[in-house]
């Protein structure tokens, strides 16, 4: 048995997480005063300082102690002590391998965008304060804190895709801002909530999440409040019917955009619902599990069947990312271990597998100027490498075992399975839709003899492209045989997750949970 | 010398990666003789760990060596295991020494190809994959192997992806074979959720405790699994169309890997289906459906080798037969001659397709080929009868044992229907020889005997088709059965029927009948077998298309999903989810009066509000401390 809330952390050691977040804000600074016209300087600056912020996330998982649940590593500091607005950071088993997956694929966002002349400066920078805002988002345990971190992705995300991204950029770039801006003013409004529910009942107002979770709501409010949280993140995963921004997105963002939006601006909703729905409103949680594993069911079968006939590429990958985001959801909201364990897995997963799909779509766009499956075919006879690396990824993508996809895959199903068996034999077509759509696509673009003929001039991946993606190829392996050193560390957290949606799963001492008071004021959805 | 099971998978696997990373830097056949070395060294481990454990008394012949713990997360708990007991051996032994052969084969087949050392890398991965599947120590894996073999066929069936057809091919297996994956998949779930645990030993001994309702459902959803990756009804689609890989591909996958996997998953989780009452029964009869099935399809092929893959699907038919009627020794001992006899057969088909112009595969086009390449035809006549059920010859043995097995257990209606699947073995089986390799000849160019590489291959496969009988000579005492004792019990005593003697006349007589009227019609100059086509033109037909069963499907299933799929891209979710989402937008903000504003304007705008609102908010908290 292990505590259910860590001991308040050390207070002296080094600030691992404020370092890992605010370093490629600072690289945004320095960069800020470089002269723009020196765009290698910009680039190489804008590198470096994305290996230095993933050398430092490094340094923070040897210095995070594996197998201890709670938060780590935590700093605390007093930002307005009359408002008790606080600046906490803190990590555990979920928040790491975020963080992690952020800074090992931003130096590949950086690298992929190697050929951006227009205004490079001003995207690089972008992109440096992007990862400040996603790592901060992942690790700050004070709700406005994580509000703030969470708006401010969205304006260097909107700029990205809306200022380097393709055609219908400006509607993409305007949908997604939209789309993601109306969800947060529920999230806004419901933190409120909370933080002046904190002084009537605590005697202070508070933000802390973990002063937060000792809550004691009203039925109705908890489950209202879930709402508001839960719409949010949802358009953010995102879930069915919240999805349509994203095809858009992806479609017309470049592809450092769309690889960072992929592998980490929808993990930041899936991190959202698993660290403030399943740990603010326990009940809520359990009392909406059949209404949100439905949706997430339907995304799973409705992006599947959606990406079997797209002939753009990127939305095809787009369309899949829905359905792998539902797996993720599915396993959350399935209150078991194995299901939460597979869920956060899979979010790195996901952002590996998606992630190097986006790329190596990129890649073909740069040399074809086409993204319509139709104008290519026969690739594989001119760039046998980048076809196999596409062939690998899509494989891990679609859950082969041996890769890292089918390992998260399956324990979502396990863990599905054992409470709801229908839900994993629907969720399980998926599989079988995945391989459709992925070998199909697959097979239009690099099988079937060259459609166009000056494609057989085309170069095969060189030294840049291999540094992009080798890295990931050694992930997605990686995980898919020895996913041991990352479940080891997501268990226990995951445990501290389920404490009081599940405590039976968790096995933890139950010490303290947000408790609900009266009778439910409405039943939007019957309890499991 | 347990410790060597690990390097019997990780020889062919080293071999692959190391083929796939260097690639073209081998030169000439370097490549070829490297992977058939890996696959040869495979067959050498495998051949000591069976002495070792032969040298054991028989109650001690198991041995595990995990590895280290691949998935654990709370109960949940997986090694990366292998295990060494007398059915994963004789396994491990069929796909490594008939694999071998065919590498060997391979060598001069594939010479000249520009892709040839990611040939004999996909094949190396494919041996590898299969080994894992044989020798792992708990389903899940097995699972591993079983989608790698998927992946593997995926990779070698689309080899030449140029060509359309393999493409397709290629895909359609790998799809095809995961309907029936991801059933067993929700199997293996299952199955921890009742024995926490994935383990063979500690699932299948306490298999019998099992509820009868839930030991069927369990046992049909890893029988799921097993028709698709063994090509029964009705998932057998795939397999015909495979013949667009190169064809010791074929031979590969139809001997020694991917479509003995479904025999060796139902013969290893036989406790499961026991204890189910009828999940054997349902085994047998689509074992037996698709063998006549395949049989008569067999009948109407003009292409050598989709005749040959249409007996295969029957062969594997009568496998699961066998294992339905409980006969588990004598369905493994079928697949292990089929292996070698198949092996052979398939050999010799690229043998031909090797001398003939453009790779002729239509067998009204050959005839005679006989006097050209006297051994590919003397190897293949002994494959043609070792598969047709002429004894001394191995299949003789198997199959016989396989139909008796329904006659002992007294269940003479599916045994008769057994005889006429064997009746259709031989009678397509001698049709496809004759038209080949008899008569006059019909082929143009000058054919020849392969390459003296090629011919080893052929040669050393026909002999073990010819003498792997003394496997099995008896169903009961044979040397096979007895060592498969520990694993799937002892064979069955008969309960009904004539004697065993009685029962191999009887199918002896059988074979000789399908022979004989194949001889009749193919080869006497009695009949025109020119006319008979044209005359009876629509049976033919619909034997040669299969009975229309893959037609079925691509008008039936795959065109309405594809506009389904369209219907919901483009109207449900570009109109009506989109539309809905963007309408609610537009509304809200028309009422805010920004309707007529440009649409970045609305995100300044909206920004702004946004930012305005939230200072107010923050003002508003702090005066109000």
Not at chain 2, 114 to 142: E, G, H, Q, W
Request: glycine share 8%; hydrophobic share 55%.
């Amino acid at each position: 048995m292990m505590l259910a809330q860590a001991a308040p952390a050390p207070v002296h050691h080094f600030p691992w997480l404020t370092v890992v977040t605010f370093a490629p804000l600072a690289g945004a600074v320095v960069a800020a005063v470089l002269p723009s016209s020196a765009l290698n300087l910009h680039r190489l600056w804008a590198l470096l300082v994305t290996l230095i912020t993933l050398g430092l996330a490094l340094a923070t998982l040897s210095a995070y102690s594996s197998g201890a649940a709670g938060f780590q590593l935590v700093d605390r500091a007093v930002w307005v002590k009359s408002l008790n607005f606080n600046y906490i950071l803190g990590v555990d088993g979920i928040s790491l391998f975020m963080v992690l997956l952020t800074a090992f694929l931003m130096p590949a966002a950086i690298l992929v965008s190697w050929r951006i002349e227009r205004q490079a400066k001003y995207y690089l920078i972008a992109f440096l304060v992007l990862e400040s805002a996603m790592i901060g988002s992942f690790l700050a345990l004070d709700l406005l804190l994580f509000f703030l971190f969470f708006e401010a992705l969205l304006f260097p995300m909107y700029l990205i895709i809306g200022g380097w991204g393709s055609e219908r950029r400006v509607y993409a770039a305007v949908k997604f801002f939209l789309f993601t801006m109306a969800g947060s003013a529920f999230l806004l409004v419901a933190i409120l909530f909370l933080y002046f529910r904190a002084g009537s009942q605590l005697g202070h107002s508070t933000f802390d999440f973990t002063e937060l979770q000792r809550l004691s709501l009203p039925i109705a409010t908890a489950r209202w409040l879930f709402l508001a949280f839960f719409v949010a993140f949802a358009v953010k995963v995102p879930l069915f019917p919240l999805h349509t921004w994203l095809p858009d997105a992806h479609t017309e963002a470049p592809t450092a955009g769309s690889l960072i939006l992929a592998a980490v601006l929808l993990k930041i909703g899936a991190y959202g619902l698993i660290r403030f729905n399943l740990g603010l409103f326990p009940e809520a949680s359990l009392h909406f599990r059949s209404f949100v594993s439905i949706l997430a069911l339907i995304g799973i079968v409705y992006g599947a069947v959606v990406a079997l006939i797209q002939t753009d590429i990127k939305r095809l990958v787009a369309y899949s990312s829905v359905s792998h985001l539902g797996f993720v959801v599915l396993g959350t909201f399935a209150f078991t271990v194995q299901g939460l364990s597979g869920g956060v897995l899979q979010m790195v997963n996901h952002g590996l597998s998606t992630g190097a799909l986006f790329l190596l779509v990129g890649m073909l766009y740069e040399r074809t100027h086409t993204r319509d499956l139709g104008q290519m075919g026969g690739l594989a006879l001119t760039m046998p490498v980048l076809a196999g690396v596409f062939l690998f990824v899509a494989l891990s993508s679609i859950g082969l075992p041996g890769l890292n996809g089918f390992v998260g895959e399956f324990l979502v199903l396990l863990g599905t399975f054992v409470v709801t068996k229908v839900y994993a034999v629907i969720a399980v077509t998926a599989v079988v839709l995945a391989a459709v759509y992925m070998l199909w696509a697959y097979q239009r673009a690099m099988h079937g003899a060259l459609s166009v003929p000056d494609h057989g001039l085309l170069p095969d991946l060189n030294l840049r492209e291999y540094a992009i993606l080798v890295p990931i190829m050694a992930g997605i392996l990686f995980i898919g045989v020895f996913p041991k050193p990352l479940l080891s560390k997501i268990e226990p957290a995951v445990r501290q997750t389920l404490v009081c949606v599940s405590p039976a799963q968790s096995q933890m001492v139950v010490t303290s949970c947000p408790r609900v008071t009266g009778s439910p004021a409405f039943d939007i959805a019957r309890r499991p | 010398m347990n410790i060597l099971a690990p390097f019997i998978p990780a020889i062919p696997l080293a071999g692959a990666a190391v083929l796939l990373l260097t690639g073209p830097r081998w030169r000439d056949r370097s490549a070829g003789w490297l992977a058939s070395a890996a696959v040869a060294v495979a067959f050498g481990l495998a051949v000591t760990v069976f002495g070792t454990l032969v040298s054991r008394p028989v109650t001690l012949r198991l041995s595990h060596v995990s590895l280290f713990e691949w998935i654990g997360v709370g109960s949940f708990r997986v090694d990366i295991a292998f295990r060494v007991d007398p059915l994963s051996t004789v396994m491990a032994l069929t796909v490594t020494g008939v694999g071998a052969m065919i590498h060997l084969y391979a060598v001069d087949y594939m010479r000249g190809d520009p892709r040839y050392a990611r040939f004999f890398a996909y094949m190396n991965l494919f041996v590898f994959f299969m080994l894992v599947l044989v020798l792992a120590d708990n389903y899940l894996l097995l699972y591993v192997g079983w989608e790698g073999v998927g992946l593997c066929s995926y990779l070698l069936i689309g080899f030449w992806f140029e060509r359309k057809t393999a493409a397709d091919a290629a895909k359609k297996a790998f799809v095809t074979t995961r309907i029936g994956d991801s059933a067993l998949l929700i199997g293996l779930i299952f199955m921890w959720s009742r024995f926490g645990s994935l383990d063979f030993d500690r699932v299948l001994p306490h298999a019998h405790a099992l509820a009868n309702g839930t030991a069927t459902v369990m046992a049909m959803l890893l029988f799921a699994g097993a028709v698709g990756k063994s090509a029964q009804l009705p998932l057998h689609v795939w397999l015909p169309d495979a013949m667009e890989g190169p064809t010791p591909v074929s031979a590969l996958i139809h001997a020694a890997t991917m479509v003995t996997a479904g025999v060796y998953l139902v013969v290893r989780s036989h406790q499961i289906f026991e204890a189910s009452g009828v999940a054997l029964t349902i085994v047998a009869v689509v074992g037996l459906v698709t063998a006549i099935y395949a049989g008569l399809s067999a009948i109407g092929q003009d292409d050598i080798k989709r005749m040959l893959a249409y007996s295969t699907i029957s062969q594997l038919g009568f496998m699961f037969f066998g294992a339905g009627m409980g006969a588990y020794s004598a369905a493994i001992f079928l697949l292990v001659a089929h292996a070698f006899f198949k092996a052979v057969l398939f050999l010799g088909a690229g043998s031909v397709m090797h001398a003939l112009p453009d790779e002729e595969t239509d067998m009204t086009r050959m005839g005679g080929l006989r006097r050209a390449m006297p051994l590919t035809a003397v190897t293949w006549v002994v494959g043609w009868l070792a598969m047709a059920g002429i004894p001394p010859l191995s299949g003789f043995f198997a199959k016989d044992q396989v139909v008796a097995a329904a006659s002992q257990a007294g269940r003479i209606g599916l045994w008769y229907a057994a005889l006429f699947g064997a009746l259709l073995t031989a009678l397509y089986e001698t049709r496809g020889t004759f038209l080949t390799f008899f008569g006059e000849p019909r082929h143009r160019g000058h054919p020849h005997d392969p390459p003296s590489l090629m011919r080893t291959a052929l040669v050393s496969l026909a002999v073990g088709a010819a003498l792997a009988g003394v496997l099995g000579l008896s169903a009961t005492s044979g040397l096979l059965p007895k060592f498969l004792t520990p694993v799937v019990g002892p064979t069955k005593e008969a309960v009904a029927g004539p004697s065993e003697l009685v029962l191999s006349i009887i199918s002896v007589a059988v074979a000789l009948v399908g022979i004989l009227t194949a001889w009749l019609v193919y080869l006497s100059g009695r009949i025109d077998w020119m006319a008979l086509r044209v005359r009876f033109a629509s049976a033919k037909r619909t034997f040669q298309r299969g009975f229309y069963v893959n037609d079925f499907y691509s008008g039936a299933i795959v065109g309405p999903a594809k506009l389904a799929a369209a219907f919901v891209a483009y109207v449900v979710d570009r109109r009506v989810v989109d539309g809905t989402l963007t309408g609610i937008g537009r509304l809200v903000s028309s009422s805010a009066g920004a309707a007529r504003r440009a649409q970045t304007g609305l995100v300044r705008t909206y920004a702004v509000g946004i930012l305005l609102g939230a200072t107010a908010v923050l003002g508003y908290l702090v005066v109000r401390s």
